[in-house]
């Protein structure tokens, strides 16, 4: 909080968090960090490089931060100066579910490529209804794939679990899978809102939150017929439940090979290839807006600044507040 005279003018909103940081092979140190969110100054102190002033501060005192969604006129710039690695936009893939996916691009596509990368999720495809999760067990398949392969992420331990998603008050998570098998999917159903087209108010979409495979293969670009076989079970669940598009983020590139071959799409920069440019908003339907960014700056007590690829994280839609209702009720 920044004050003035005992009198609050602006505040700095910092997510706390667990961030586990590779630092050689095979070792790991867990470090206590936060994850940047709303940044705020009273209008009338404005100009006057107080948000820059309460910024510096949070830096001071975190050896590891992350965020997502920054802004690029405002607070990037910021963050560029300031030895943040900057990913432009998380990778963004993307399949349709239903023909009106066609109403939901932001670019003309024939019916007939949306029917035909529809065909690649098999009409008789048996559905997979999510589970009951068990935090212990995802605290241990998150330890286990992913501390032998190099990955800065936040540390997606028991306490995690419970408060990010089992816990959360703005959005119903769903699991699916198995942490001794196959791995685990996690995601939630996102209404659009749209007041203009009374044929798509109302409708859902799928959004994939978390995909965490228990094969390593996956996670080193091969591709595995059990995971496949779970993400085809899980959009079979989607489809069935009327969703007419899924989208999923994710800051490394390594599950390319698999999304690929179950049928998703990956969006550019510029929000295309046409059938790819699923809009980036549903509540309320917005059709070209920033692709979600991700940032991080770690320092290591002793060793000082490191800088992993962004191939070697493992960062997705809802870090940083990014993945939370616009328009529901938090009672």
Request: net charge positive.
């Amino acid at each position: 909080l920044l004050k003035d005279k005992g009198k609050v003018i602006g505040m700095r909103g910092v997510i706390p968090g667990i961030y586990q940081v590779p630092i050689a092979t095979d070792k790991y140190l867990e470090l206590q960090g936060g994850s940047l969110s709303m940044w705020m100054i009273k209008k009338e102190y404005r100009k006057q490089k107080l948000g820059l002033l309460l910024h510096m501060e949070v830096q001071k005192q975190l050896n590891v931060i992350s965020g997502a969604g920054s802004n690029p006129k405002t607070s990037l710039p910021i963050y560029l100066k300031n030895n943040f690695e900057v990913l432009k936009a998380m990778n963004r893939y993307v399949m349709p579910l239903g023909i009106e996916y066609l109403e939901l691009l932001s670019e003309p596509v024939q019916s007939k490529d949306v029917l035909a990368t529809m065909a690649l999720l098999p009409v008789n495809q048996k559905p997979i209804n999510p589970i009951i999760p068990n935090i212990n067990e995802l605290e241990d398949l998150w330890k286990k794939v992913t501390f032998s392969l190099g990955i800065f992420s936040l540390l997606r331990n028991k306490d995690f679990w419970e408060w990010r998603y089992i816990n959360n008050v703005g959005f119903d998570y769903l699991f699916w899978g198995d942490s001794d098998k196959t791995g685990i999917i996690v995601g939630h159903l996102e209404e659009i809102v749209i007041e203009e087209n009374k044929n798509l108010n109302g409708k859902t979409v799928f959004r994939i939150i978390e995909i965490i495979p228990k094969s390593k293969e996956v996670w080193q670009g091969e591709t595995n017929e059990d995971f496949i076989d779970l993400l085809r079970g899980v959009l079979a669940w989607a489809r069935e439940k009327g969703c007419l598009a899924v989208d999923f983020y994710c800051s490394t590139n390594r599950f390319d090979p698999i999304l690929t071959r179950v049928g998703f799409r990956k969006q550019n920069f510029d929000l295309g290839p046409p059938l790819s440019s699923l809009a980036v908003l549903f509540q309320p339907l917005k059709y070209r807006e920033n692709l979600i960014n991700a940032l991080f700056r770690i320092k290591v007590p002793g060793i000082g600044f490191i800088s992993p690829d962004f191939s070697d994280t493992y960062m997705v839609k809802s870090e940083n507040d990014m993945d939370r209702p616009r328009f529901n009720d938090y009672r």
